[in-house]
């Protein structure tokens, strides 16, 4: 019920005040626009982010004689830490032209669609998961990049180029489709295969759909890391050891984004010492004493002078 007033004339007007209900469009309008700007800017940090990274790998190029000496390395350490080979997986896959085609499919369409899904999924329905998944993304994305950069590696598909005996095939020039327009050309860098962002984060995501539900089905999020592991290999495009360390990247990345984390690490870091602001000592005319700036006014009642050299005075 609105209320009156009266107005010139002794009419009685109608307050014409703002109503609740006339402020509830204009809030959720207000409140929608909020949110449609955290969304869209949260979409192009993520999009520059990406980019960055993309452009990052880029740097490594021109280091392929670097990169197939690390593959031959990463092969040999495989072999002495007993890891199946990725040889012997591809040759027992290359059995089923389907199984690999659709291997190869598998490396090419799910990789970054999944990944957009899931950070939609969790921006929009999920928003209190947000904060800890985006950070864990952005810290997993940068270690991946300053190892491609510190560590260009050859995938398994060009170990023939420097071990004639290693008989593993790129499976997508082979039976296709394949990602990359030539063997070594193309917009994305092949010679950065370690570690495999593919496994990494397919982990994160399996990670986050894990931690997020509450149901026994979320436990089926930890199948896309093992088929992408496995496609990854038999695909000719990473070894075992690149998934692996996509995996401790994870774990590291979930790590130092735990909330308080960093305000933790900087407790532990050592401090400069304070230095101790010591009192003047002796003069020639005896020691000095503080004295406070209150006492010093001559004729302060209730309080005894302190002068230099001797007692107090009264």
């Known amino acids: 019920m609105s209320a009156a007033v009266v107005g010139a004339g002794g009419q009685e007007?109608?307050?014409?005040?703002?109503?609740?209900?006339?402020?509830?469009?204009?809030?959720?309008?207000?409140?929608?626009?909020?949110?449609?700007?955290?969304?869209?800017?949260?979409?192009?940090?993520?999009?520059?982010?990406?980019?960055?990274?993309r452009l990052g790998r880029q740097l490594a190029a021109g280091h392929e004689s670097d990169a197939l000496g690390h593959a031959r390395e990463v092969w040999h350490l495989e072999r002495a830490?007993?890891?199946?080979?990725?040889?012997?997986?591809?040759?027992?896959?290359?059995?089923?032209?389907?199984?690999?085609?659709?291997?190869?499919?598998?490396?090419?369409y799910v990789h970054f669609p999944a990944s957009i899904?899931?950070?939609?999924?969790?921006?929009?329905?999920?928003?209190?998961?947000?904060?800890?998944?985006?950070?864990?993304?952005?810290?997993?994305?940068?270690?991946?990049?300053?190892?491609?950069?510190?560590?260009?590696?050859?995938?398994?598909?060009?170990?023939?180029?420097?071990l004639p005996d290693v008989g593993i095939v790129d499976t997508g020039r082979l039976i296709g489709p394949s990602p990359y327009p030539s063997?070594?050309?193309?917009?994305?860098?092949?010679?950065?295969?370690?570690?495999?962002?593919?496994?990494?984060?397919?982990?994160l995501e399996a990670w986050g759909v894990v931690t997020i539900l509450r149901?026994?089905?979320?436990?089926?999020?930890?199948?896309?890391?093992?088929?992408?592991?496995?496609?990854v290999v038999l695909t000719g495009n990473h070894y075992w050891m690149d998934g692996m360390v996509g995996g401790l990247l994870v774990v590291g990345a979930i790590w130092i984004t735990t909330p308080g984390r960093t305000s933790q690490?900087?407790?532990?870091?050592?401090?400069?010492?304070?230095?101790?602001?010591?009192?003047?000592t002796a003069t020639a005319a005896g020691p000095v004493t503080a004295r406070p700036a209150d006492a010093t006014r001559a004729g302060a009642p209730g309080r005894r002078e302190l002068r230099p050299g001797g007692p107090p005075q009264p």
Do not use: C
């Not at 955290?38 to 960055?52: E, P």
């Not at 990725?86 to 090419?108: D, G, I």
């Open 265 to 280: 690490l900087a407790a532990r870091l050592p401090t400069t010492p304070s230095v101790a602001v010591r009192p003047a």
């Open 117 to 162: 899904v899931f950070l939609a999924w969790v921006l929009l329905r999920h928003r209190d998961h947000w904060a800890r998944v985006r950070n864990a993304l952005i810290a997993l994305t940068g270690a991946a990049l300053v190892i491609h950069l510190a560590y260009p590696l050859a995938p398994p598909r060009f170990l023939s180029g420097v």
């Open 81 to 108: 830490l007993g890891l199946p080979s990725e040889e012997s997986v591809q040759h027992l896959a290359l059995h089923s032209t389907t199984l690999v085609e659709l291997a190869n499919r598998f490396y090419m």
């Open 13 to 53: 007007t109608a307050d014409r005040g703002s109503s609740p209900s006339a402020d509830e469009p204009l809030g959720r309008a207000r409140s929608l626009g909020r949110w449609l700007g955290y969304v869209l800017g949260q979409a192009l940090l993520l999009a520059g982010l990406f980019k960055i990274y």
């Open 215 to 231: 149901s026994r089905a979320r436990w089926l999020a930890l199948a896309q890391p093992v088929v992408t592991t496995l496609v």
């Open 183 to 203: 063997p070594t050309g193309g917009s994305a860098n092949q010679y950065a295969a370690m570690p495999s962002m593919h496994v990494g984060w397919a982990i």
